[in-house]
């Protein structure tokens, strides 16, 4: 058998993954990466993306909402502020979440503020990737 990394996924709710994995990739702010057992240890940002993990043959994915990681001694510590699996996601939400944020940063009649501009364009990161976390069932 080969060697495994323990992942720990927490998030300001509480721990969401806590097991001997294989592979992690993870969506960091300089790239996605990935972490297998006796990776050299690191700390990065994570972005809002898609967290894969991989024991054996059985593939898990999570949407990310920003946070950090780090890697230390065989385990890859992410904390993140939000952590939802596939099947947790609500589909109808977060299209509707989606057509939002679309709408406001298409809406060129309007003068739109910066950190409004940014609030749009993070909530449709969110959205587009939970619908993705959730079409990989």
């Known amino acids: 058998m080969a060697q495994q990394i323990r992942l720990e996924v927490v998030t300001p709710d509480g721990a969401k993954v806590n097991e001997d994995v294989d592979i992690v990739n993870a969506p960091g702010f300089g790239g996605d990466f990935g972490v297998l057992a006796n990776h050299a240890p690191f700390l990065s940002t994570i972005k809002i993306g898609t967290l894969t993990y991989e024991n054996g043959k059985e593939r898990k994915s999570l949407m990310v909402s920003g946070g950090f990681c780090e890697v230390s001694n065989n385990k890859a510590t992410f904390l993140v502020e939000s952590a939802e699996f596939g099947e947790e996601i609500d589909v109808e939400r977060a299209m ?27 909530a449709l990161q969110r959205a587009v990737n939970r619908l993705k976390v959730a079409k990989s069932l």
């Open 96 to 122: 509707r979440a989606k057509e939002r944020a679309e709408k406001r940063l298409a809406d060129d009649g309007r003068d739109i503020e910066d950190f409004n501009r940014r609030r749009a364009e993070v």
